[in-house]
């Protein structure tokens, strides 16, 4: 990436706020609901920010690479990843929204994005949808915010342990990046003006088996209720070697479902481990009064993940 300028808001005059555009999917909803401040450093156009390149360390992904291009030329060596990226919102959106514009999405909350509504995370001192409506909201009830993290990207990179570059040559891994997810005003740990320039993927698994599904209100151009990804490494007898299970839709950041994890290590992929893994999942859910039909639907989706896995399909 050398040789590239990278703008941030201290690029702008004194005492005026911007916020950078990639794809501008998510940014310019904001910006109609006055959401977001109306001084914009646009990203799209910056030389060598949308190039994935590998080396045997592994892969780094330009921050301004489309959706689609992550689902169409990482199926190969990172097929979890890339089969979340193929699956989320539309064909149009996949084709201009980036991965570094993903992992910095704002909530989707119906009550943040209201113009004339506060919440914890628009200024308010309260979440109006707690006492409000809150059907697509959390199952583990962990932050004042109980709105899930809209990020279907994030939860694949986490099961990827990637990490992210940021301009002025730092890195973090996506775990940091996310936090835990307790902080209601905030979606990520990024600092004000600090910029994503790449997401960094280690070395891939040979003969990875992948899968994910979503479990969704209609076919598509929705978020998920419920989301899960699965990657799985076996050994030469059929055990597992190395896996990693996100779920998302569920919390104020994506998940990995460590409990499940270690169930399946070590273990063959059979109908008993399957459901034993599902339902770890589900392990310190606390659903709000709206999200409890959220808890059978984990247990299904992470099983519709594990059996496609163990039948290897994606
Ligand atoms: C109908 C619909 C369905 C959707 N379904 C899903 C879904 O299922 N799963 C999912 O994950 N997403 C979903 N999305 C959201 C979509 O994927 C995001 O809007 C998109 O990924 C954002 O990327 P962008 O490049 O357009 O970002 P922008 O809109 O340009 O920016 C988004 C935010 O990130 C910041 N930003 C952008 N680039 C950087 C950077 N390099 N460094 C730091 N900050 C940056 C911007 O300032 C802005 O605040 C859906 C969207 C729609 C409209």
Redesign the pocket.
Known sequence: MSGITFLTSADLPPGVEG??????????ERLRTAN?TPHILD?TGIDGYTSVDRDDDGTRIG?GTT?ATVARELSDDYPALAATAGA???PQ?RA???I???L???TRCWYFRHPHTACLKSGGDSCPARGGRHLYGVVFDTSACVHPH????AMALLIHDAEVALAGGQSRSVAEVLGDGVDPTRDNQ?GDG????AVLLPAPWPDERAAYHRSISRFE????LVEAVCRVRLDDGGRVADCGIGLGGVATVPLRMRAAEDLLRGSTLDDDTIASASAACTQRAEPLPETGYKVPLIEATVREVLERVAADQA
């Open positions: 916020v950078v555009r990639a794809g501008g999917t998510d940014l310019q977001a990203l921050a959706i989320l919102a539309t959106i201009v929204a980036t570094g514009g993903n910095a999405q704002r809209p990020s279907s990207i990024l600090e910029l994503l320039t151009a929705e978020w998920p």
